[in-house]
């Protein structure tokens, strides 16, 4: 997937999309039931959220790239004596 910047948005039917901010079509749709939205009350945002990146944590681990420049293979140096 490209370095372009996601963004979580509700619809106006409710359901919950992932999106590069700069497009409209979602490339996830996440929609939650009724009664789960009863039982989560105004937290379904939050679960949405961490169910997002939870799966593109899992898709990185999955391709081999986590998207995150910090966690790049470190080179490790020895000095021998």
């Given amino acids: 997937m490209s370095k372009a910047f996601l963004e979580i948005v509700e619809l106006q039917d409710g359901r919950i999309v992932l999106r ?4 409209e079509n979602p490339l ?14 105004e937290h379904y945002i939050d679960v949405a959220r961490i169910m997002f990146h939870a799966g593109l944590e899992a898709a990185g681990h999955l391709t081999g790239d986590d998207g995150n420049p910090d ?3 470190e080179t490790v140096q020895h000095t021998l004596h």
């Fill in 71 to 73: 966690h790049e293979t």
């Fill in 20 to 23: 590069r901010a700069d497009e």
């Fill in 28 to 41: 996830v749709t996440l929609t939650f039931s009724s009664e789960a939205r009863d039982f989560l009350h």
